[in-house]
T-cell receptor, first 111, second 114 residues
Framework: GEDVEQSLFLSVREGDSSVINCTYTDSSSTYLYWYKQEPGAGLQLLTYIFSNMDMKQDQRLTVLLNKKDKHLSLRIADTQTGDSAIYFCADRTGGGNKLTFGTGTQLKVEL | NAGVTQTPKFQVLKTGQSMTLQCAQDMNHNSMYWYRQDPGMGLRLIYYSASEGTTDKGEVPNGYNVSRLNKREFSLRLESAAPSQTSVYFC?????????????FGPGTRLTVT
């Protein structure tokens, strides 16, 4: 089945850019999502990209999609302490309703 | 709108006990999901319901049962809890529109089985 992988941890300094990476295996992916989970809470959608796009920008967030390499990244500009959270990429494939989630990347922002 | 609500927020069970986790959504969504979250493993789908009256197994259904009571409610039952079911359980729902498959999550239930 579909596999979505992420590195487990990322540490950055406040004000720097963060780049969180994700790889997936299913070439028929249609939508790819980035979710954020703050401590003790559920997941919230941050942004998404449709599979026919290479890039999407939304304020401090930039999503890059390389379909050839099946690689997705989320760049957060001017990272703040409030960005500390776990970030999940998720992949919708085929015509179903299900999403496949990655393992999550814990982002720690240091002063 | 409350979105997706889950009860209880916390629960401690002894091995062999049973319990039902409740989930409700007020967004008129067709699809609902149950996930478990374990450290280093991300979210794994237990069961889902594409529409009222249907349920299907996800990645890790063993030891669980579900009921889609109506369009709003989707419950998860542990018949005989085991320590391996210690986890954080999330319910989610998704509907129609621009974000056709965006899933909205509840706050989670933290379950410990001793």
């Amino acid at each position: 089945g579909e596999d979505v992988e992420q590195s487990l941890f990322l540490s950055v300094r406040e004000g720097d850019s963060s780049v969180i990476n994700c790889t997936y295996t299913d070439s028929s992916s249609t939508y790819l999502y980035w979710y954020k989970q703050e401590p003790g809470a559920g997941l919230q959608l941050l942004t998404y990209i449709f599979s026919n796009m290479d890039m999407k920008q939304d304020q401090r967030l930039t999503v890059l999609l390389n379909k050839k390499d099946k690689h997705l990244s989320l760049r957060i500009a001017d990272t703040q302490t409030g960005d500390s959270a776990i970030y999940f990429c998720a992949d919708r494939t085929g015509g179903g309703n299900k999403l496949t989630f990655g393992t999550g990347t814990q982002l720690k922002v240091e002063l | 709108n409350a979105g997706v609500t889950q009860t209880p927020k916390f629960q401690v069970l002894k091995t062999g006990q049973s319990m039902t986790l409740q989930c409700a959504q007020d967004m008129n969504h067709n699809s609902m999901y149950w996930y478990r979250q374990d450290p280093g493993m991300g979210l794994r789908l237990i069961y889902y319901s594409a529409s009222e009256g249907t349920t299907d197994k996800g990645e890790v259904p063993n030891g669980y049962n579900v009921s889609r009571l109506n369009k709003r409610e989707f419950s998860l039952r542990l018949e005989s809890a085991a320590p391996s079911q210690t986890s954080v359980y999330f319910c989610a729902s998704s509907g129609q529109g621009e974000y056709l498959y965006e899933q909205y999550f509840g706050p989670g239930t933290r379950l410990t089985v001793t």
